[in-house]
């Protein structure tokens, strides 16, 4: 049987794995392309939820960003997920050097009481996306800051301070 692919997108400002939600996609586009949004919405929902749990109160902004994945992969417009706040992203396969950068930042953020979305990308493909040669690999707000190493606290609060100013 094979295994079912899992793909991160946001909702309400979180990566949120999604399972199976290329292949329903693939099958809504054949009946619904021509539909209204909210056909197509009901009809993501229903067949995602047999796979991933939707919780009640936030249906319906899962509801949108499966919308805008299904908009996107028929090549039409669609509205990017706005988020205020820094967006950063820790590259590497889960070993232990990459688990303690990431902890790292969430203590670090937390110390300095900074609002922002951590995503541990462990994909090796995804990983490859972003052009880093190397692992722990460390995004904030899309700018690669370090390759291949843990940085010192004193240089992730300078990164951080920085990157804040700009948002």
């Known amino acids: 049987m094979p295994k079912d692919d899992i793909i991160q997108i946001k909702v309400d400002r979180h990566s949120i794995g999604i399972i199976g939600l ?22 993501l929902l229903k067949q ?13 902004n ?17 509205e990017e997920e706005v988020y205020e706040g820094l967006e950063i992203k820790v590259l590497g ?17 937390a110390e300095m009481d900074i609002a922002g979305n951590i995503e541990h990308i462990t994909n090796i493909k995804k990983i490859g996306e972003y052009g880093v040669m190397g692992t722990p690999a460390l995004l904030i707000n899309g700018k690669v800051k370090s390759v291949g190493s843990v ?13 804040q100013e700009k948002t």
């Open 48 to 60: 995602l939820a047999r796979k991933n749990y939707i919780p009640a109160n936030v249906r319906e």
């Open 22 to 43: 290329k292949d329903v996609i693939e099958t809504v586009a054949k009946d619904f392309v021509e539909k209204p949004d909210t056909e197509i919405i009901d009809e």
């Open 151 to 163: 940085p010192p606290k004193s240089k992730l609060i300078d990164w951080l301070k920085e990157a």
């Open 62 to 78: 899962y509801g949108k960003a499966f919308l805008r994945e299904f908009n996107k992969y028929l090549g039409r417009p669609y």
């Open 93 to 109: 396969p889960g070993c232990p050097e990459c688990d303690r950068l990431n902890q790292k930042l969430m203590k670090v953020m």
